[in-house]
């Protein structure tokens, strides 16, 4: 019989904390994984004292995840070195932005037969193109990565309501190992091998959810947001095609496709902070530091990506809803002309449409 597998978590925000709650609990009642869990915590002070201590004692984030309580076997540890070098299974929930710093100070000090997972909902760019996240992390690692992405706002995990999640995983065995470390009674897991589109839609659906929030800061209503965002499913399943071949139209109806888009425009902090940018008229970076309490927005930063990506190809007018949100961040284009943006959108322009 092998040994436990041990458990490292990178990353201790609100969706971190969350996670690491059905981590924490789920290692006590599988053989196969190892009691304690190592959560990586980006080393604050709150009020005096460490935020690792007040984990550590206290068995709560008390900035990220308050009135939430930690498992006692999850130990918050600041150093990410320290908590990952003995970790066969490597969970990634950090901010985009942060990851290849983190993955350089990881690589060569970790297991060569470790696997990964990564719950960031992002993606990075270089002269190359867009790269997906969990390319960032194998590539720098030499490990597999497996993604997770689904309709799964952090507080409503913490407060164990019923929700879905997808898990992308190439391989068979790996995909059950970690549907046992995740899923719960209430966060019920769905594996799937078409790994880059499940990643794809957790980045893209960030971009739509600004245009649905610049929507509810117009005050125009539940129609032009529905349109919104079909218009932002169809651009996502659109990229996916150019810019991903293979990826399969089934994985959009999955909990990372339409169902994460839904409850990301109507209930997530892009949205939010979307909302406030046209109503108060200040900027996306202002509102973020006001308004999140020192969380990262993901949807900004992926539109001018996925907008670099698309200018380098020529292809802006292919995808107007995504420019138009792209310009209005930036600050480029009001928010008031991004229905102009798409009034003649290609989907509209078709006139007849065969079944799928």
């Known amino acids: 019989m092998s040994a436990p597998k041990k458990v490292s978590i990178i990353g201790s925000g609100n969706w971190g904390s969350a996670i690491a709650k059905i981590v924490g609990n789920n290692v006590n009642h599988f053989d196969a994984f190892d009691k304690q869990v190592k959560m990586y915590v980006y080393e604050e002070v709150i009020d005096g004292q460490k935020l690792t201590e007040i984990i550590n004692s206290q068995h709560e984030n008390v900035k990220y995840l308050p009135g939430h309580k930690i498992p006692p076997n999850v130990v918050a540890v600041s150093d990410v070195v320290e908590a990952t070098k003995d970790a066969d299974i490597l969970i990634f929930v950090v901010p985009h932005q942060f990851v290849k710093k983190l993955v350089q100070l990881m690589s060569g000090n970790i297991k060569s037969t470790a696997i990964g997972i990564s719950l960031i909902k992002g993606v990075d760019y270089n002269e190359g193109g867009i790269q997906l996240i969990s390319k960032v992390i194998g590539d720098a690692l030499n490990i597999e990565i497996s993604v997770l992405m689904g309709a799964n706002l952090a507080p409503e995990v913490a407060d164990e309501k019923f929700c879905e999640t997808t898990i992308g995983c ?122 999140l309490n020192g969380q990262k927005l993901q949807g900004p930063e992926t539109a001018v990506e996925v907008n670099n990506m698309l200018k380098a190809r020529g292809m802006e007018d292919r995808f107007p809803l995504f420019t138009a949100i792209h310009h209005i961040c930036v600050g480029e284009i009001p928010a008031s002309q991004m229905v102009d943006c798409i009034r003649n959108h290609p989907e509209h322009i078709l006139t007849w449409k065969s079944g799928l």
């Open 170 to 291: 190439r391989s068979k065995e790996d995909g059950k190992l970690l549907k046992d470390l995740i899923q719960s009674h209430n966060f019920r897991v769905v594996v799937v091998d078409d790994v880059e589109t499940v990643e794809m839609c957790g980045a893209l659906k960030n971009v739509v959810a600004c245009g649905a929030g610049f929507v509810d800061g117009l005050g125009l209503g539940d129609n032009t947001k529905a349109a919104v965002i079909r218009l932002g499913l169809m651009e996502m399943i659109k990229f996916a095609e150019v810019f991903y071949s293979g990826s399969k139209l089934s994985t959009f109806f999955e909990s990372c496709g339409v169902a994460d888009l839904i409850t990301t425009c109507y209930g997530g902090r892009n949205r939010k902070v979307s909302e406030a940018f046209v109503r108060t008229g200040k900027s996306i970076e202002v509102l973020e530091a006001e308004m």
